[in-house]
């Protein structure tokens, strides 16, 4: 029987608590994919990236998927026209089949994301203060939680399994959504709503479809 090859993933962070947290999935689904060290940066810096640097460049051709870990909200800079352009242009460095981009979003904060690995929950999180009270929610859930913690964030993601499950679940409680499926117009639709959600969960149900 042949060995299959492994999916090889690129992985940009929009922070510390992201890098953390996909340092976690690297080590946990090594077995099964080859998760490349996360970069702290998104869009320009993959572009840069990928265009420059000759470690990136030369693998574009076995590159599968490419994926961008942020948070979205009001006070974001830049446009969805600018994001997609980029990923368009990334998308096309690998061709029959084109690299896949995720894009790995939460509303407010990475935190929101970290919450659903406790409960089901779909709090507003647009102010300050209502990102703020989305940390103490967590600091329940788990003492001792601070941005960019390793050992906080891997306790965290252990339970993975229940925040893929809430995470869809909070998908579906949103009415107007063109489709539940990862495309551009749903995303674009997500990205500039200002309804709570995140699609993290689809790249652990990615992951763990490998294993299975």
């Known amino acids: 029987m042949a060995r299959k090859i492994k999916p090889l993933i690129y992985v940009f962070c929009e922070g510390e608590s992201e890098i ?19 970069v702290k940066g998104l869009f320009e810096v993959a572009d840069k990236k990928f265009k420059k640097d000759a470690k990136y460049r030369n693998n574009a051709e076995v590159t599968d998927e490419i994926w961008f870990f942020f948070d ?10 600018r994001i997609q352009k980029i990923v368009s242009t990334l998308k ?4 029959k089949p084109n690299i896949r981009v995720r894009l790995l979003m939460t509303t407010g904060c990475v935190e929101f994301w970290f919450l659903l690995h406790y409960k089901k929950v779909v709090p507003s999180i647009q102010t300050v203060a209502e990102k703020e009270n989305v940390l103490r929610l967590l600091q329940n859930e788990c003492p001792g939680y601070v941005k960019g913690d390793s050992n906080t964030t891997r306790k965290i993601a252990n339970h993975f ?17 063109p489709t539940l499926e990862d495309s551009d117009v749903r995303n674009r639709w997500l990205y500039q709503s200002s309804r709570t959600f995140t699609t993290v969960q689809e790249a652990i149900k990615f992951l763990e479809n490998l294993k299975n």
């Open 72 to 81: 979205v909200d009001d006070g974001q800079t830049g446009s969805w026209d």
């Open 92 to 95: 096309k460095l690998r061709k």
């Open 161 to 177: 399994k229940q925040a893929s499950i809430n995470g869809d679940w909070v998908l579906g409680q949103i009415e107007g959504l």
């Open 20 to 38: 953390e947290y996909t340092k976690y999935l690297k080590e946990k689904f090594e077995d099964v994919a080859v998760i490349q060290k996360p």
